[in-house]
C-alpha cells in the first residue's frame, strides 16, 4: 500500500524544504541563491502533492477522514504558503518557519503510524465533503501561521526590537486566512443539511469552530478600530492560536464530543 511508501515521500520532501531554508539564508549562489531555494522548496511540496493524490486514489477515498490524513494536507499547505509569503514579503524567518513546521506535522506521522480504511461512513459520502475540509484545512494553515507570528511579535516587544512589518504580515494572512474560514464554515453548513438536515446543531466542534471564527474576527475588528496598541492586538491574535488547536485537536479529547460526528478518527 502507498502509506508503507509514505516514508521514502516524506523523507525526501524534508530534505530537500531543510536544502531549501539552507540556500535561501546562505548566499552560495549570490544573487541567484533565493530563486535556486524556492526552486527546491516547490520540488519537495510536488513530491509530497504526488503522496497525497496516490493515496487518495489506492484509498477510493478523500484521505481526510484522520488525524494523520489532516496532518499530511497540513504539511502540504504551511510551504505553500511559506512560498507565496517569501515572494511576496520576504522575510526568511517566516519561509524557515514554513518549512520547519510542516516538518514537524510529518515527522509526528512517523510517530503515530496509521491504518488507513478505504470505508466513509454515509455522512461523509457528500460532495461538500472534500471542499469543506480543503478550505479549513487552508485557513488553518494561514490563520496557524500567523497566530505564530503573534507570538515572534510579543517576545519582540518584550525582548527584543519590535517591527511594523510583523504586524502586517499577520494582518494579511488573518485576512487570507479568515476568508477560507468563512467559505469553509458555510460549505460545511450546506454538508450538514444534506447529510442531517440541519445547517447548524451546536454540536462540540460546530461550537468551538464559531468561537475560532469569532476570535479571528474581533482581532481583525481590533486591527482596524485600533492601530496603535499592537501588544493587545498580539494578545488577541495569540490566544486565537489557542481556540483553533482546541478546535482542530483538542476537542478529540473533550467527552461531550466523542460521539459527534466532527470528531477525525484516530
Same mark, same amino acid.
Given at each position: 500500500?502507498?502509506?508503507?511508501?509514505?516514508?521514502?515521500?516524506?523523507?525526501?520532501?524534508?530534505?530537500?524544504?531543510?536544502?531549501?531554508?539552507? +540556500?535561501?539564508? +546562505?548566499?552560495?549562489? !549570490?544573487?541567484?541563491?533565493?530563486?535556486?531555494? +524556492?526552486? $527546491?522548496? $516547490?520540488?519537495?511540496?510536488?513530491?509530497?502533492?504526488?503522496?497525497?493524490?496516490?493515496?487518495?486514489?489506492?484509498?477510493?477515498?478523500? %484521505?481526510?477522514?484522520?488525524?494523520?490524513?489532516?496532518?499530511?494536507?497540513?504539511?502540504? &499547505?504551511?510551504?505553500?504558503?511559506?512560498?507565496?509569503?517569501? !515572494?511576496?514579503?520576504?522575510? !526568511?524567518?517566516?519561509?524557515?518557519?514554513?518549512?520547519?513546521?510542516?516538518?514537524?506535522?510529518? #515527522?509526528?506521522? &512517523?510517530?503515530?503510524?496509521?491504518?488507513?480504511?478505504?470505508?466513509?461512513? %454515509?455522512?461523509?459520502?457528500?460532495?461538500?465533503?472534500? %471542499?469543506?475540509?480543503?478550505?479549513?484545512?487552508?485557513?488553518?494553515?494561514?490563520?496557524?501561521?500567523?497566530?505564530?507570528?503573534?507570538?515572534?511579535?510579543?517576545?519582540?516587544?518584550?525582548?527584543?526590537?519590535?517591527?511594523?512589518? *510583523?504586524?502586517?504580515?499577520?494582518?494579511?494572512? +488573518?485576512?487570507?486566512?479568515?476568508?477560507?474560514?468563512?467559505?469553509?464554515?458555510?460549505?460545511?453548513?450546506?454538508?450538514?443539511?444534506?447529510?442531517?438536515?440541519?445547517?447548524?446543531?451546536?454540536?462540540?466542534?460546530? *461550537?468551538?469552530?464559531?468561537?475560532?471564527?469569532?476570535?479571528? @474576527?474581533?482581532?481583525?475588528?481590533?486591527?482596524?478600530?485600533?492601530?496603535? !496598541?499592537?501588544? *493587545?492586538?498580539?494578545?488577541?491574535?495569540?490566544?486565537?492560536?489557542?481556540? @483553533?488547536?482546541? #478546535?482542530? &485537536?483538542?476537542?478529540?479529547?473533550? %467527552?461531550?464530543?466523542?460521539?459527534?460526528?466532527?470528531?477525525?478518527?484516530?
Amino acid at each position: 500500500m502507498i502509506w508503507d511508501l509514505f516514508k521514502y515521500f516524506a523523507i525526501s520532501a524534508m530534505v530537500l524544504w531543510i536544502i531549501s531554508v539552507f +540556500v535561501v539564508y +546562505v548566499p552560495i549562489f !549570490k544573487n541567484k541563491s533565493e530563486n535556486i531555494g +524556492v526552486f $527546491i522548496s $516547490i520540488i519537495g511540496l510536488i513530491i509530497l502533492i504526488v503522496f497525497t493524490g496516490i493515496l487518495w486514489y489506492q484509498l477510493q477515498r478523500p %484521505p481526510m477522514r484522520t488525524l494523520g490524513e489532516t496532518r499530511i494536507w497540513y504539511s502540504l &499547505f504551511l510551504p505553500l504558503i511559506g512560498i507565496l509569503s517569501y !515572494k511576496r514579503w520576504k522575510f !526568511k524567518w517566516f519561509f524557515a518557519y514554513s518549512m520547519g513546521l510542516a516538518i514537524v506535522f510529518l #515527522c509526528i506521522n &512517523f510517530l503515530k503510524p496509521e491504518n488507513f480504511s478505504k470505508t466513509l461512513m %454515509p455522512a461523509l459520502q457528500s460532495p461538500w465533503f472534500v %471542499p469543506h475540509v480543503i478550505v479549513y484545512m487552508f485557513a488553518y494553515a494561514l490563520l496557524g501561521a500567523s497566530s505564530i507570528i503573534g507570538f515572534k511579535g510579543l517576545f519582540q516587544i518584550n525582548f527584543s526590537k519590535f517591527s511594523s512589518k *510583523t504586524i502586517i504580515l499577520a494582518d494579511n494572512l +488573518v485576512f487570507i486566512g479568515f476568508s477560507f474560514l468563512t467559505a469553509g464554515l458555510l460549505f460545511g453548513a450546506l454538508w450538514a443539511k444534506e447529510a442531517w438536515g440541519h445547517y447548524w446543531t451546536w454540536d462540540p466542534k460546530e *461550537t468551538w469552530a464559531f468561537l475560532t471564527w469569532a476570535s479571528y @474576527l474581533a482581532y481583525m475588528h481590533f486591527s482596524f478600530f485600533t492601530k496603535k !496598541k499592537e501588544k *493587545t492586538k498580539l494578545w488577541i491574535l495569540s490566544l486565537a492560536f489557542i481556540v @483553533l488547536m482546541i #478546535c482542530w &485537536f483538542g476537542i478529540n479529547y473533550l %467527552p461531550a464530543a466523542q460521539n459527534s460526528v466532527h470528531v477525525y478518527s484516530n
